[in-house]
């Protein structure tokens, strides 16, 4: 039996969020059910987020394992995670951001990137950076939805800094949608504070403009925010998250 993907869809309707999209158009992650024809419960699981929709479903909630980010639609959807898990998850919020096309200035985010100090290089990804970013744990989430490097550069772009030839900051996509990408950006632990976050976002921001492709921006806490806002970014709300250690 073929999944009903219009029916799955509408359980996620008005849910405005790009992983989930990226998902329903089939670019990447898996979707579960409780019916693939007529679902009433739906999962998306897609690198480390979990996406609840429709009724409340233990069984679905106890098929997703391992570290992940369970998000629900709706109240009923909380409660059972909350049940559910117990202790085993730590509840907290994300921030929505909104999906406004028209609100990046150009020339701002092109100062931002002019005050780059010279002993940075900024470059956008190849398979150098790629590789590099593969092997460091705080870099790994910038590729690692992507399969390869050829999957990568057919599908992504990615702006990266380095120093004394060595990957210390990025921003690149998460996921990829119609029209769209997730935005993940990254810098390495001892090169924080120096605003390289502001550069890579700001560069990468231009080179989807210019490609006609929406750099869509999910943030984990105030100080994504905050950066968000710096890009020309607007708050949308905070949303409740829970994070789950463990099956």
């Not at 951001?97 to 701002?108: G, H, M, R, S």
């Not at 900051?169 to 001892?190: L, M, N, R, W």
């Not at 080179?207 to 984990?220: F, G, K, M, T």
């Amino acid at each position: 039996m073929s999944i009903n993907i219009s029916k799955a869809a509408a359980l996620f309707h008005g849910w405005d969020e790009a992983l989930i999209w990226s998902c329903l158009q089939g670019h990447m992650g898996n979707m579960l059910l409780d019916h693939d024809e007529n679902p009433a419960s739906a999962v998306i699981d897609i690198g480390d987020f979990c996406f609840f929709a429709g009724e409340p479903n233990s069984e679905l909630l106890a098929a997703v394992g391992g570290s992940k980010l369970l998000i629900p639609k709706d109240q009923p959807w909380e409660k059972l995670i909350e049940d559910f898990y117990g202790g085993k998850v730590n509840k907290t919020f994300r921030y929505a951001i909104k999906k406004e096309p028209d609100v990046f200035e150009d020339e701002k985010l092109r100062a931002y990137i002019d005050a780059l100090d010279q002993n940075y290089d900024l470059r956008l990804f190849d398979q150098e950076i790629y590789e590099m970013a593969q092997k460091e744990a705080w870099s790994a989430d910038l590729c690692s939805q992507f399969k390869s490097f050829p999957d990568y550069q057919n599908r992504a772009i990615g702006a990266a800094i380095l120093h004394e030839g060595k990957l210390v900051a990025g921003a690149s996509p998460y996921a990829v949608y119609d029209g769209g990408i997730e935005i993940e950006i990254d810098t390495k632990p001892d090169y924080r504070g120096k605003g390289l976050a502001t550069v890579c976002g700001a560069k990468l921001i231009l080179e989807c403009l210019e490609r006609n492709i929406y750099p869509s921006w999910d943030a984990h806490d105030l100080r994504s925010v905050a950066l968000a806002e710096k890009l020309g970014y607007h708050l949308d709300r905070p949303y409740v998250t829970y994070e789950l250690a463990e099956k």
